[in-house]
């Protein structure tokens, strides 16, 4: 249409200026006789353009005109006998020729459309001139040659041991286990060869750019139609345009004469009153015409295919089938509405440019990038620099916000402990099989595959698992499966409508499991927990505030020896911990517990010996609390008691009582039965006196008395000689006891009071402190 239309302009031009410079009429008088002898033959009419009579006319009278005068006839007979179609049809052609021009670019030129399109040009230009589009068709190349020569070479056994051959190698190919996505570059490829040149790294953040710039495009642009219709609105006002210009051209033509019969009222002047005129350029405008009508229908034809393509066409989708086949990229992702309509576009230009483009629509050619620049970056000398020790001693790698999991990771053969956090996709190869230290691995709001072989590896050599997600679909299926591992801690959202997901993944293969951690926001315990019942040691469920209300599942698991819940909202202590017989920890931390009185039923759980309800609001300490005989630790800090019973103290094998931040104001005299007692921590009350019974404890090893009213340290604080660790610090003290002295044990560092109170001590007492070595307590 371009080509057709540029023509028409030309040739409008061209025909415009002959008729402009020799468009003219000879005109000469006619005779009386001689008219009337014409009148008489019937072979020709004033109307008449071909057909001239041939009869002999009747001689006339001599014209006696001179020139001036036939000039001035012709000039006159020009505007007069002249019709309009003939002197100005070129003109009207060029103006609608003009037209043509102007909206057969009008959709590319529209500001909606126009800003979109050279949006998708200019992508397009990247996309075809990037040093990536090049390297992944190379790579692509490379793999189909190789993929040849592996049959070529299995054909040499026939064809029936080559079917089995492949069927053998389909079933032992490592695949995923999560996810339907073909890994084509799978965590085992490793660059060789000239095909596999590392981009530098302006290309590849220039490809990093296009892949977001055609990802952004593709979001504004699948979405509308807007484009599409424009361009079909466009061609069907140019085929109404045509069919017009067509008609008043076939009105009009037939009526462009040779003759004429001109009567320019100026026999005054001449002498006569008629004059038979001929127009000189008739013929040649007449061809010119049926030419340009041949165009016109030519263009008419064209628009008319154009609408034939647009509605019989799916040109709103567009599939990379064919490039899917042809390529390794086998995830490009079909299109649709006005981003399927400027490909189909583009292939008819040319089908390379959307063959390339789609490299950069493809989420493997994109992980695959990342994988080149990941690996070229992180290099394993890099990585071991990364390499710490952790407080238990361990190699432990944490990586950060990569775009990927290096391959130099897995030649870490050292590593224990592998930590990965805000990666978008970790891939876990059979390389992994080289890590054989490796036990404990960390995924922190990671999307983590893995291939089989890795997976075998993992499950029969990994013990613990630390994984955070913010939706229950971010657990990957695997980690039920994992059967050698001990530890598993998950951390995220798993509301009410979330639990069922988790019972679609049965626990039961995880058959050495002793530690459960769950930080999350149920409102009920996953029902598949009790396929843990047999071998589940610590369940730990940090709940975020949200009200446990369903505890029954506890009942089951009798084999529990530590059981926390913190932040669960629960106002009484659960009756199924009741049950749980092999119990030795017990913690209700951050909850809302303001009674304790079923605490009377732990008489029965002969293995209890630690209890923790910090950070709750009891009021008060049942008395029966001395049932609990075995009781050894009972941590009661951050509640609201005000006074303590004295069956407290009875209990026999108590060392550990944490009374700290609560509101008491007296310490029973009872304090000095606890005979085994070697912790203990009073801080934050309202206490004025500590009782001389209490430095009986001559077991006691930390004493933390800070931050109350306290005006006299008693001397009896000598007794306690295997104190470590002493806190008066925030009391009403004037002085200290040189009996501190007798505590030989205890640290300058460890001992926490006012600089000038410690001044106050002897000065042998106070050398001896700064020499005593710390203890650890």
């Known amino acids: 249409m371009d080509y057709l239309g540029f023509f028409m302009f030309m040739f409008t031009i061209f025909a415009g200026s002959i008729q402009l410079l020799k468009d003219q009429v000879a005109c000469f008088p006619v005779l009386e006789d001689s008219y009337n002898a014409s009148n008489t033959n019937s072979s020709t009419t004033p109307n008449s353009t071909h057909r001239v009579s041939t009869e002999p006319q009747p001689k006339g009278h001599k014209a006696n005109l001179d020139y001036q005068q036939y000039t001035f006839v012709n000039q006159m007979c020009y505007h007069i006998a002249m019709p309009w179609y003939s002197k100005y049809f070129l003109y009207l052609v060029l103006i609608n020729t003009v037209m043509l021009m102007l909206s057969s670019n009008f959709w590319f ?84 060869g000239p095909s596999m040149t590392i981009l530098d790294k302006k290309d590849s953040e220039q490809a990093k750019a296009l892949f977001e710039k055609v990802r952004t495009f593709r979001a504004h642009v699948e979405d509308s139609d807007f484009i599409y219709n424009v361009y079909v609105t466009q061609m069907v006002i140019k085929v109404l345009k045509l069919i017009v210009i067509l008609g008043y051209i076939l009105a009009y033509a037939v009526d462009i004469n040779f003759i004429h019969i001109c009567v320019p009222e100026v026999e005054f002047l001449v002498g006569y009153d008629q004059f038979l005129c001929i127009h000189n350029m008739s013929s040649v405008l007449t061809k010119l015409l049926y030419i340009f009508m041949t165009i016109i229908v030519l263009y008419c034809l064209l628009c008319l295919y154009a609408l034939f393509w647009l509605f019989q066409d799916p040109l709103k989708e567009y599939s990379f089938e064919k490039v899917r086949e042809e390529s390794s990229f086998s995830d490009i992702p079909d299109v649709k ?50 390499v710490t020790s952790n407080a238990q001693a361990k190699q432990e790698l944490h990586l950060l916000m990569l775009s990927g999991l290096p391959n130099a990771v897995f030649d870490l053969t050292e590593l224990e402990v592998l930590k990965l956090e805000l990666i978008p996709e970790v891939r876990i190869s059979a390389k992994v099989s080289q890590m054989t230290n490796l036990q404990e691995l960390h995924l ?25 997600f913010t939706d229950v679909t971010e657990i990957p299926p695997w980690i039920y499966l994992l059967s050698c591992l001990r530890e598993l801690y998950l951390s995220g959202s798993l509301n009410s409508e979330h639990n069922k997901m988790i019972g679609l993944e049965s626990l039961k293969d995880l058959r050495h499991l002793k530690t ?30 949200t009200k446990l209300l369903v505890l029954k ?32 920890d017990l913690d209700l931390k951050s909850n809302s517990l303001q009674t304790i009185e079923e605490v009377i039923t732990f008489q029965h759980l002969k293995r209890l010996t630690c209890l923790k309800l910090c950070h709750n609001k009891i009021i008060a300490i049942p008395p029966n609390i001395n049932r609990v005989r075995n009781l050894e630790s009972l941590y009661l800090s951050y509640n609201k008691l005000e006074t303590l019973p004295c069956t407290l103290f009875y209990l026999p094998k108590l060392r550990y009582l944490d009374l700290s931040y609560n509101s008491i104001s007296v310490i029973p005299f009872e304090v000095g039965s606890l005979q085994n007692l070697q ?75 006012e600089d000038h109170l410690f001044d106050t001590l002897p000065l042998e007492v106070k050398e001896q402190m700064m020499e005593v070595p710390m203890f650890p307590v």
Not at 143 to 159: H, I, M, T, V, Y
Not at 444 to 460: H, I, P, S
Not at 527 to 540: Q, Y
Not at 697 to 724: A, D, F, M, Y
Request: neutral net charge; charged residues 25%; glycine residues 4%.
């Open 444 to 468: 922190y709001n990671c999307l983590a595959k893995v291939e089989q072989t890795g997976f075998t590896f993992l499950r029969d050599h990994l013990r613990c698992l630390h994984m955070k």
């Open 516 to 545: 459960l951690y769950l930080k999350s926001n149920l409102d009920k315990l996953p029902t598949h927990l009790t396929d843990l019942s047999s071998h589940l040691v610590k369940l730990v469920i940090h709940n975020d505030g």
């Open 109 to 192: 030129k529209y500001p909606k459309t126009s800003s979109k399109i050279e949006h998708f040009v200019s992508i397009l230009g990247k996309c075809f001139e990037s040093p990536w589009t090049t390297k992944a068709l190379s790579e692509t190349v490379c793999e189909d040659s190789e993929e040849n020569k592996q049959k070529l070479f299995a054909g040499q056994s026939g064809p029936e041991q080559l079917s089995s051959d492949n069927q053998d190698e389909r079933a032992n190919s490592p695949q995923p286990v999560l996810g339907n996505n073909s890994m084509k570059f799978s965590a085992e490829i490793t660059p060789e």
């Open 337 to 386: 509405n006005d981003f399927a309509f400027l490909l189909h576009i583009v292939d008819q230009y040319d089908q390379l440019h959307s063959k390339r483009f789609g490299i950069f629509l493809s989420e493997v050619s994109e992980n695959k990038l990342r994988e080149i620049s990941l690996n070229h970056e992180w290099t394993l000398e890099k990585l071991r620099q990364h």
């Open 679 to 753: 912790n203990f921590d009073i801080t934050g009350n309202k206490v004025e006196v500590l009782p001389k019974q209490l430095f009986r404890c001559i077991k006691l090893k930390v004493l933390c008395v800070g931050n109350n009213r306290i005006t006299i340290l008693p001397e009896s604080i000598g007794q306690l000689t295997q104190l470590v660790q002493l806190d008066v610090k925030g009391n009403c003290l004037d002085h200290l006891p040189y009996q501190l002295g007798q505590c030989q044990q205890l640290n300058k560092s460890l001992f926490t009071v």
């Open 553 to 584: 599942t506890l009942k089951k698991m009798t084999s529990l020896c530590e059981l926390e819940l913190h932040h669960c909202d629960l106002e009484k202590i659960p009756p199924a911990v009741f049950s749980l017989t092999n119990l030795q």
